[in-house]
């Protein structure tokens, strides 16, 4: 992405989250008091505030010489508490004869530690209102919720990050003592600020997948074309079914200090 400023002298970056000032080294002067670079970080999942100074000091002094940095603590990993899933699965409408019309079931699947959708041991009655066989084949959203306690010490912290990781999915929104954040699957990473407290707190991560096992389900002719999971083999390499896989597998809270 290009960005154009105006002023005189060099491109500086300054990253708010370290408080790290570098300089960009591939720029071009415009003729009316211009600089453009081009901003290959914006996507890295860290916002970055851009301006032209003369030298890093004076970038620094520009920001009124406050520029703070940022120290992670030990992370607190809530991987295996009992968090509580609602799968809501995407599967055909048989009373549809529109086939891009989704059925949506839902299935309450309790408290359980954070792992992979095809090793939930699923009852047959489960299985049976989703349409499927087996889990590796569900497809769909899911919300996992927990309430957990956070240390007596935590108002020493500036604030927390929320850090995951999953499958071959995304998530889409994250949810902190009802205040939701705008979910970063470029990073895998989430600043709640100062939302956590000592205490109490409720945690939300709504988790979205994508269609391939219930399509793989419903058109076995997908397995004889060599591609997993009804993923066309002319456009992706045939994939691992073993690697391919739904769900949220952990969550931790990093808090962090700041000067």
């Known amino acids: 992405m290009k960005i154009t400023l105006e002023g005189n002298g060099v491109p500086y970056q300054l990253d708010p989250?370290?408080?790290?000032?570098?300089?960009?080294a591939d720029y071009s002067d415009g003729d009316s008091g211009t600089v453009t670079f081009t901003a290959d970080s914006i996507f890295g999942g860290t916002?970055?505030?851009?301006?032209?100074?003369?030298?890093?000091?004076?970038?620094?002094?520009?920001?009124?010489?406050?520029?703070?940095?940022?120290?992670?603590?030990?992370?607190?990993?809530?991987s295996g508490e009992a968090w509580h899933l609602v799968i809501h699965s995407y599967g055909p409408d048989e009373e549809s004869s529109d086939p891009g019309i989704s059925k949506i079931t839902d299935v309450d699947f309790g408290e359980r530690p954070l792992g992979k959708w095809a090793e939930i041991q699923a009852t047959g009655e489960q299985l049976s209102v989703l349409g499927i066989s087996d889990m590796k084949y569900v497809s769909g959203t899911a919300e996992y919720s927990l309430t957990f306690t956070?240390?007596?010490?935590?108002?020493?912290?500036?604030?927390?990050?929320?850090?995951?990781e999953y499958g071959k999915d995304q998530i889409g929104a994250v949810i902190v003592n009802g205040t939701e954040l705008p979910a970063n699957n470029a990073s895998d990473r989430v600043d709640a600020g100062r939302l956590i407290h000592e205490g109490r707190n409720e945690i939300t991560v709504r988790l979205h997948t994508t269609l391939c096992g219930r399509t793989y389900a419903e058109h076995s002719g997908y397995q004889d074309a060599g591609a997993d999971f009804g993923m066309s083999p002319v456009m992706f390499a045939p994939l691992n079914p073993?690697?391919?896989?739904?769900?949220?597998?952990?969550?931790?809270?990093i808090p962090y200090s700041s000067d």
Request: net charge negative; proline share 3%; charged share 15%.
């Open 17 to 24: 989250y370290t408080g790290t000032v570098s300089q960009i």
């Open 47 to 78: 916002a970055m505030i851009y301006a032209v100074a003369g030298n890093a000091e004076a970038f620094d002094a520009a920001a009124g010489g406050k520029i703070g940095r940022v120290v992670e603590d030990e992370p607190i990993d809530l």
């Open 150 to 164: 956070a240390p007596e010490n935590w108002s020493s912290y500036s604030g927390a990050v929320l850090s995951f």
């Open 242 to 253: 073993e690697a391919y896989f739904n769900g949220l597998l952990g969550v931790r809270i």
